[in-house]
């Protein structure tokens, strides 16, 4: 019998206190490698705060993160060579060009200059040069969130945490982008994705539907929408919410 | 590596901004030439009022002699009794000689007149200095006398200023102004470096990078200080060619100085930067350490004049051994041997502040 496999993340009876205001309220859920997991939740559940904590930039108030395998607190400098973070709003230098950003994050990653430019070939292979030139500030929404996306993959990280990626973004880049998200997976990666478009979930292979704090649901779509006799992902989200509240 | 490509970030996000390069490089000349001729604390025009009562000739060749000096400017001139705290509440003057025949007992008039000298003590300041001239040009006036006769004082001090023989006050001020810009530029610069990576959401990208806290730190200082010693230099070449204030000094222990100068200074503003919630909660903190740091350094007025209390406030400013190493390598043209304690002590507080600074930014960072 062969051992089962080591969950890419493990996230166990994780809090995290505000003051007084509990804004994670001890969660559990694990990552397969390979997997996309879709986080699902209304602004204010508690998405972003998990994500930053799996992260290592929010201090954990109590429960565990494990990267694989390892806690978070004591080997951060190992699990930031693993992870890949693409934060709200493309967290990109808006003075900056699209090509400098590009090479202000590769270089900072730590990638040698050779391997840094052929990067930056690639990019002017898929997004024209004048369009890179531009302060970042000054290209569409999608183009930011596209170079946002491969600065964070330059590193090569095997997990990828992506906070909101698709907000403020046209649906037609949303479904290219989650086209990206699927050959990445391809190629073996793991992802966890959070986001408040509930159409997003039938992207996923699970999906784990937070509140306040809380997970109300957590499993494969289809598996969930069977099991509480819903037709799509707005119904359960709806019903679980509600039924969240009503206990 | 991974440094380089911060400080040129830092560089780039600066030279973008067109109105913030003005204001770091071609502000700091305009302040040194305005800064150069107003702060100058030299008496010069003095507006006075003179009444003659006196029928002697003496009083006339002594107001002839004012009337000479470019110190003072006669704006009144009167051999009538006059209203002469009016003429001072009026602002017209600040000064009012008044010459009076001085009699003996037998009423017959004297040599030499009584000389009575008003002032407005309001700026006391230039009313001390401009009644220690008038009292100067009397004293030459006796002088003067006594030498006709063969005669002269018992006793008397010769005065020889050393350093800044013309006792222009620009030479004393000017390089303090270096030391000022030099404050001002990187006060402002880094006190909301890392606030602004906060507000313009890129701070946990930048954290989560495999740059250490220490490279994140001294990536945001290094483009600071670099932009602070060129302004220096520009500081530099404009007091000594606008201005024409001797450097006599070594530039090489200007600039050690200064980079000892600029580690306490940085680390300052860096704490700033961690402390603040907002860029505006940073500018306002820096603009009132800014005036502490001026206030406390003698740039203005002494050390020694600041009573005790607030005294420990101006030995631990930095800002003071700056000014005060610059001014000894200008003028006296000093070397290390000369100010080694004020570097002492500055290395000290540029160790303390990088410290507190460093520990502050670490748990900024962790948080």
């Avoid at chain 1, 994050?105 to 024209?128: D, K, N, T, W, Y």
Wanted: hydrophobic fraction near 50%; proline fraction near 4%.
């Amino acid at each position: 019998m062969s051992a089962p496999a080591l969950a890419a993340i493990t996230v166990s009876d994780l809090s995290k206190n505000f003051g007084h205001f509990q804004a994670v309220k001890g969660i559990s859920f694990t990552v397969a490698p390979g997997e996309i997991v879709g986080f699902l939740g209304p602004n204010g559940a508690g998405k972003t705060t998990t994500i930053k904590m799996i992260t290592g930039l929010l201090k954990i108030t109590s429960g565990t993160v494990l990267i694989g395998g390892l806690d978070n607190r004591k080997h951060l400098a190992a699990i930031k060579k693993k992870l890949g973070y693409m934060s709200q709003k493309f967290s990109l230098y808006p003075l900056l060009t699209a090509m400098e950003n590009i090479e202000f994050f590769g270089g900072i990653s730590g990638l040698p200059p050779a391997e840094l430019r052929l990067h930056m070939a690639r990019m002017e292979e898929q997004v024209a040069s004048d369009i890179l030139g531009q302060k970042i500030q000054d290209v569409p929404p999608g183009i930011r969130q596209k170079v946002a996306l491969f600065v964070c993959l330059m590193p090569e990280p095997e997990i990828i945490l992506l906070d909101e990626p698709t907000s403020g973004v046209d649906p037609e880049a949303r479904r290219l982008f989650w086209n990206e998200l699927y050959g990445l997976k391809k190629h073996g990666k793991t992802l966890l994705v959070s986001t408040h478009n509930l159409d997003e979930a039938e992207y996923c292979d699970r999906i784990i539907i937070i509140h306040n704090g809380e997970i109300v649901a957590c499993g494969e779509p289809e598996e969930l929408l069977r099991q509480k006799g819903k037709v799509n992902i707005e119904e359960l989200f709806k019903d679980a919410i509600q039924e969240h509240g009503q206990n | 590596m991974k440094l380089f490509y911060l400080v040129k970030k830092e560089l780039i996000e600066i030279v973008r901004q067109k109105e913030l390069l003005v204001l770091m490089f071609i502000a700091p000349v305009i302040q040194i030439i305005i800064l150069g001729y107003v702060i100058s604390t030299d008496i010069r025009h003095v507006p006075v009022g003179i009444v003659n009562l006196a029928k002697g000739q003496a009083a006339g060749q002594i107001i002839q002699r004012v009337r000479q000096t470019q110190l003072f400017n006669v704006r009144v001139l009167s051999d009538r009794s006059e209203d002469y705290l009016y003429l001072l509440k009026k602002g017209e003057v600040k000064t009012v000689l008044i010459f009076r025949d001085a009699l003996d007992r037998k009423r017959s008039v004297q040599k030499y007149p009584e000389v009575q000298i008003l002032m407005d003590g309001m700026d006391s300041n230039t009313s001390m200095i401009a009644a220690g001239y008038f009292n100067g040009i009397i004293k030459n006036y006796i002088l003067n006398d006594m030498e006709k006769l063969g005669q002269g004082l018992p006793l008397s001090g010769q005065a020889v200023f050393r350093f800044n023989p013309q006792l222009r006050s620009i030479n004393y001020m000017g390089p303090g102004i270096v030391g000022f810009l030099l404050t001002i530029i990187t006060m402002f610069l880094t006190s909301a470096s890392m606030v602004r990576e906060k507000e313009q959401q890129t701070l946990d990208t930048l954290l989560i990078s495999p740059l250490s806290t220490l490279e994140i730190y001294i990536g945001k200082a290094l483009p600071a200080a670099l932009i602070g010693l060129a302004d220096m230099v520009i500081g530099l070449v404009v007091v000594v060619l606008w201005f024409g204030i001797p450097f006599r000094g070594n530039l090489f222990y200007l600039f050690l100085a200064s980079l000892v100068y600029l580690a306490a200074i940085l680390s300052y503003a860096l704490l700033i930067s961690v402390l603040s919630a907002t860029t505006q909660q940073a500018m306002f903190f820096a603009w009132f350490s800014l005036m502490i740091f001026l206030l406390m350094s003698g740039f203005f007025t002494p050390v020694d004049n600041i009573p005790p209390l607030l005294r420990v406030l101006a030995d631990i400013n930095p800002l003071r051994y700056l000014i005060k190493i610059i001014r000894e390598i200008f003028l006296k043209g000093n070397s290390i041997a000369f100010f080694w304690k004020d570097l002492l002590v500055l290395s000290g507080i540029a160790l303390t502040l990088m410290s507190i600074s460093l520990l502050n930014f670490k748990r900024f960072i962790s948080k």
